[in-house]
């Protein structure tokens, strides 16, 4: 069995993983460690939860010395995961004393300018990024390592050109690492153009398809609350995430639950990253049991032990379907999958159905379910055309996902990426900053 004492990392690096109770290597840390060290690229491919933070961690924190300027730039799809990514690099370089900055937006700019003077690693989204690198107040000549964390998530997030503008921004002269749950064409386009005979490192799927149950009820719009709350009042002691696939869903299911007497935390794109951060922080600590969220959290996040997803709405492909579930069964705990199919979504589930992990089961309404007065609104085909929740540019000729989004007329700045990237590129560079 791998070891982390083999892997030729140094004295202070294995002594902070032993500290923090790691004991042996996930398997994307076993074969992507040695790698880096060994200053080769990396294209990883590996699912949420898997450990790959660690795995480019470090090494990269092993081969960097302290103040000679920012070295390393990791680019994340949301802020939540920058937040992620960066605390880890943070906890694990305690030993080297490095200085690493989160930089996304929704924030003030002026504190992240402040920060970048000396900081070592940059962890952030490619909107809030190029910002700085437009405003002179971010400079990359001395970088020495690249990393592109989720770059699926990114590249289906419309952010494609504002990773390839900060990738010219680079050092040629670099070491790149990147991780993506699924290696499309554009990913190969990426890897082709920008990195140097990368390494494909591959691991097995994290969830234990003996441990995970799939179930879907064919219901109306109309008996959808009505059956979330029935089977929620069912499991009083489960972790549970519902999927939703806008904004404005997301606010109708947590105020109806509210109603109801359940408590369940929301998080969305269209949030305060301070009420963002609240809410991850109040469900990691368990405060609440339940949090409703666009796919802004299924991406990236690390969420433990997760025993119930339900998919409110169903997803648009059965790509998301899988990352959805992906947040329960694992490590060897039972988990539970429920998605809820009404009419207008049989063509999305019939796509899902063609996956060849997914196995699921027709499930009658209970016949006990009390009927509520409260309805959420179905969104529309339109509106689903975006991506929502992510803050990712929405596909031509698509409004965006996200029902925060207004029509015509509204101020320019609620059409920007709250998450660090841009929406629509008509838009003027000064009402893109504002985010």
Do not use: W
């Given at each position: ?8 990392l ?16 996930s ?28 795995a ?124 993506s ?36 009820y ?103 379907y899988i ?11 039972n ?41 959420i ?7 689903m ?14 409004n ?15 059409r ?20």
């Open positions: 069995m791998m070891n982390f004492k083999l892997m030729q140094s004295e202070g690096m294995l002594r902070t993983i032993s500290n923090a109770g790691f004991t042996t290597p398997e994307i840390q076993g074969k992507t460690i040695p790698l880096v060290l060994a200053g080769k690229d990396v294209i990883g491919s590996s699912a949420t939860g898997s450990g790959k933070t660690l480019f961690g470090a090494g990269l924190i092993d081969r960097m010395k302290k103040g000679l300027g920012i070295q390393t730039l990791v680019l994340t799809p949301t802020r939540e995961l920058a937040e992620q990514v960066a605390q880890t690099l943070r906890r694990f370089s305690t030993y080297k004393g490095l200085n690493v900055k989160e930089i996304y937006g929704g924030v003030a700019m002026g504190p992240q300018k402040h920060g970048l003077r000396n900081a070592d690693v940059i962890v952030g989204t490619p909107g809030r990024i190029l910002d700085h690198l437009e405003r002179r107040t971010l400079r990359l000549s001395q970088l020495k390592y690249l990393v592109l964390d989720e770059a699926d998530r990114m590249l289906d997030m419309g952010f494609i050109r504002d990773v390839e503008k900060i990738i010219k921004e680079c050092p040629t002269e670099r070491q790149t690492l990147l991780f749950a699924t290696i499309s064409e554009e990913i190969g386009h990426i890897a082709k153009k920008y990195m140097k005979n990368p390494v494909h490192v591959s691991v097995k799927d994290q969830i234990d398809p003996s441990q995970l149950y799939q179930k879907y064919d219901v109306s719009q109309e008996l959808k609350f009505s059956l979330l709350v029935h089977l929620l009042k069912l499991e009083k002691n489960g972790v549970v995430m519902v999927f939703c696939n806008t904004r404005r869903n997301v606010d109708q299911v947590t105020s109806g639950l509210y109603q109801c007497g359940i408590d369940a935390l929301a998080i969305h794109g269209g949030l305060s990253q301070s009420k963002r951060n609240y809410t991850l922080q109040a469900f990691h600590s368990r405060k609440s049991l339940i949090l409703v969220c666009t796919d802004v959290a299924a991406r990236g996040l690390d969420i433990k032990d997760v025993s119930h997803v339900y998919n409110f709405n169903l997803p648009n492909t059965g790509n998301d990352h959805r579930i992906g947040r329960t069964a694992r490590a060897g705990k988990g539970i999958a429920i998605s809820f199919v009404s009419s207008g979504e049989h063509s999305e589930f019939r796509s899902i159905c063609k996956e060849k992990s997914v196995n699921i089961e027709s499930t009658l309404i209970p016949g006990n379910m009390k009927i509520l007065p409260i309805e609104s179905a969104p529309s085909k339109r509106r055309g975006g991506r929502s929740g992510g803050g990712g540019r929405p596909r031509r000729g698509h965006s996902g996200n029902s925060g989004f207004r029509p015509r007329g509204d101020r320019p700045r609620e920007f990426d709250r998450g660090g990237g841009r929406t629509n590129m008509k838009y003027s560079r000064r009402s893109r900053r504002r985010n």
